[in-house]
């Protein structure tokens, strides 16, 4: 009879995640629906940013402009995206209840991620020592810097998040039948990462 | 039995009787709803704090009223026009319209899900109180913001805040900033309760209750606040852009450096419009309730109802930029706005008319609920009407920022939500704290607060056509719209005397009114299977419906109604 609840067709939970309020029923996690909440709204805010990014684009009243100062961040790239898979492996051991592997493939993410953030912040160093590019500076600075920073923001909440578990994690909190809230904030990362898909194309490839 | 809620997570601790109140001080009262995660108290207090602000922006508006009434009147200064009209608007569409009707999604849709709680009462609580925290912040500037004017003073740029009059060189002090920061800080309460609505109906709903079985409420709430996701969020990605630009030196929308003014108003109505229907949707919902059981008949049309509303809600994101005709746009853009405008009023049609069929030959009862629901019907028309009107490019051209645009959206945000709010206070009091409301006093303040919304709202059209502005302190004698503004302005007398009748009635049925038993009106949603005020956990055992009607089939078990759904 709880067949009928389920008309939602979420896949929400993965194979060896174990439940955590209810049992028989299917309904949709509400960790994941809230968290999918949470990536609707960001993804408007990031929207809007985007938005102004290319609307804005070549308007600049004086230099410089993104070809003169912007080099590609591929490796921060790479780091970043590779991160959406460490931080995978790191759920899959957790629910197969390998949790030595957990630790290392979390650690894993968060170095990554970190990294990441060290490469924006050279970056940003250089551009504003070396270029002289600042937010003032014109309307490339404006959106580039208020682009790439509410991006770079959400890895620090991100990190700030990930680095909260592997501290329970060390003590020893984190168990199995955790999966299913580390797999919700794995989607949050998910999502930081997806961002910077669309951030890197649209100001290292579009926009320069 | 093996249900979501297992009778051991409950079993002991649900308590028999009321709490012992005798060795509590007021204190521990005070401190019990200031530390409460529960939906109902949540949301009383949601609701509370949006009558207190309603009755504030109320004093605004009437101030306004006043030094409208009549030709060359010196009754406040420009300045504190300004302030009055800014945070007129920016209260009741923050601090009034979406704390109620988050207060009513926070205290109905558990209880008509058959649920104990929302998805995340903590998160519940967080959301309430950075709302009661960014209202606070917004109104503490009348005392602590440095304006132009100097100290104490309230934003004055509109509740729309348009750019470059919002920049650092001609918004000088906090002002504008205590508007950005309070309107942001309620809009992430607004963002994290309207996730967990949607989250307590896709995860919380009983057994048996498939979302084709869902009461119309809980689907216009889970829909309203999917808007709100979409909506609400890039009014805060402008909110940040224009912090940058005023504490950051950036450039988004200083017109000197190349920025653009017209992006933030892009951006803002983006927000804007769906936010109006953020507003009603809930309006709708009330209707969609009150209407069925007042005219004794299930409602007509359910799946279209929700699907209409499904396809306002689509429609309405793609219409912001009727606005924005006056901004000088391509004839592109001018059809596409308009077209789009106007085919909203095709699934709103829609949903009148199921409303009208709904009562077509019912057993109407006009009880004060169903009085205004029924003034709703015929106001909201009006506004729809003014609304295509407008949507008109060439129209919208004459009268775009005039009295008439003022009347058009009076007619929505009161006509409408205010009168379905009013007629949902009227409906789901006696569940809340177990006493009906008067009807005596109900029907004073309706007709009262009618006539009077007529007496502002209908004659208000007409200096918009005579072509009065918005938004200007005064006007010359000569120009024919001294009665029409006179007029107005007595209709809002009957409005307050209406309101304030509403207030007493409320106080009054408090301690003294009709004792209300669980299901007063004879209806069929699972709130009135529980008791009046419902129990903190709300139902001792988690029930299973059948139907979009429980209640129904257990008074009527021959004649059920999961035999015809």
């Known amino acids: 009879m709880n067949a009928t609840t389920a008309t939602i067709p979420f896949e929400t939970r993965g194979a060896g995640a174990v439940p955590l309020e209810s049992s028989a029923d299917l309904s949709p996690s509400k960790g994941v629906v809230g968290m999918t909440c949470l990536i609707i709204a960001e993804s408007a805010i990031f929207t809007i940013f985007v938005v102004a990014y290319l609307y804005y684009l070549g308007k600049d009243l004086s230099g410089p402009t993104p070809r003169q100062v912007l080099d590609l961040p591929i490796l921060n790239s790479i780091c970043l995206l590779s991160s959406s898979a460490t931080i995978t492996f790191a759920l899959r051991s957790l629910r197969n209840g390998n949790r030595k592997k957990f630790n290392f493939w979390w650690l894993v993410t968060i170095a990554l991620g970190a990294y990441f953030l060290l490469g924006t912040g050279r970056e940003w160093h250089h551009l504003i020592h070396d270029k002289g590019l600042t937010i003032q500076t014109n309307l490339f600075g404006t959106t580039f810097y208020s682009l790439v920073g509410l991006h770079a923001s959400h890895v620090i909440i991100g990190l700030l998040a990930l680095s909260i578990v592997m501290a329970f994690a060390i003590t020893g909190a984190v168990k199995r039948e955790h999966a299913e809230r580390v797999h919700v904030l794995g989607l949050y990362w998910h999502f930081v990462d997806v961002v910077w898909v669309v951030v890197f194309t649209v100001v290292y490839l579009i926009g320069r | ?565």
């Open chain 2, 1 to 565: 039995m093996n249900g979501r809620v297992t009778t051991g997570d409950i079993g002991t601790a649900i308590p028999l009787g009321p709490i012992a109140a005798t060795d509590k001080t007021i204190f521990d009262h005070i401190h019990s709803w200031l530390v409460t995660v529960d939906h109902k108290r949540l949301g009383l207090m949601y609701i509370i704090y949006a009558l207190v602000f309603f009755v504030v922006a109320g004093i605004e508006a009437s101030l306004i009223r006043i030094q409208l009434a009549t030709p060359n009147n010196h009754f406040l200064s420009p300045q504190v026009f300004n302030q009055l009209f800014t945070m007129h608007g920016t209260t009741m569409v923050f601090l009034v319209g979406m704390p109620m009707i988050f207060g009513f999604a926070n205290y109905l849709v558990p209880l008509m899900i058959g649920a104990r709680d929302l998805a995340f009462p903590r998160l519940n609580a967080f959301g309430f109180w950075l709302s009661v925290f960014g209202g606070l912040l917004l109104y503490f500037s009348f005392i602590g913001g440095e304006g132009m004017a100097g100290a104490g003073s309230a934003p004055d740029v509109g509740w729309f805040a348009y750019a470059p009059l919002t920049g650092k060189a001609f918004s000088k002090g906090h002002s504008t900033d205590y508007w950005i920061l309070g309107i942001m800080i309620g809009g992430f309460g607004s963002i994290a309760t309207a996730a967990n609505i949607i989250t307590t109906i896709l995860s919380m709903r009983c057994r048996g209750m498939t979302l084709a079985k869902m009461p119309l409420l809980a689907w216009l709430n889970l829909i309203m606040c999917g808007m709100v996701l979409i909506a609400v969020s890039p009014l805060t990605a402008a909110q940040i852009m224009l912090l940058l630009d005023r504490f950051a030196g950036s450039h988004f929308f200083d017109t000197q450096a190349g920025g653009s003014a017209t992006l933030w108003m892009h951006f803002f109505w983006i927000f804007g419009h769906p936010e109006v229907y953020v507003l009603i949707i809930p309006a709708f919902a009330f209707a969609s309730e009150i209407i069925p059981v007042f005219s004794r008949k299930a409602i007509f049309g359910y799946p279209v109802m929700v699907g209409a509303t499904l396809a306002i809600a689509f429609v309405s994101l793609s219409v912001w930029a009727h606005h924005m005709f006056t901004i000088g746009m391509t004839s592109t853009g001018n059809t596409f706005f308009a077209i789009s405008t106007m085919m909203v009023g095709i699934p709103t049609g829609i949903k009148i008319f199921n409303w009208l069929g709904t009562m077509w030959g019912g057993k109407l009862r006009f009880d004060t609920p169903m009085l205004f629901s029924t003034a709703f019907l015929f106001q909201f028309l009006i506004a729809g009407l003014t609304g295509i009107m407008l949507a008109a490019a060439p129209f919208n051209w004459q009268l775009n920022d005039s009295y008439f645009v003022i009347a058009h959206f009076h007619f929505v945000l009161v006509g409408a939500l205010i009168f379905m709010i009013f007629a949902a206070v009227y409906y789901w009091f006696p569940k809340a704290t177990g006493r009906l409301l008067s009807e005596r006093f109900g029907k004073w303040h309706f007709w009262l607060f009618l006539i009077g919304f007529h007496m502002t709202f209908v004659t208000m059209h007409v200096p918009g056509i005579l072509g009065m502005p918005r938004r200007i302190y005064t006007y010359e004698a000569g120009r024919g719209w001294g009665i029409w503004n006179l007029v107005c302005t007595i209709g809002v007398a009957f409005q307050v005397i209406g309101t304030l009748i509403f207030v007493i009635n409320i106080l009054l049925s408090l301690r003294k009114g009709r004792p209300a038993g669980n299901d007063p009106w004879d209806a069929w949603t699972l709130e009135w299977s529980t008791s009046s005020p419902p129990p903190e956990y709300n139902f001792a055992e988690i029930p299973t419906v059948k139907s979009r009607r429980p209640l129904w089939d257990i008074k009527h078990p021959s004649d059920p109604d999961w035999k015809y759904e």
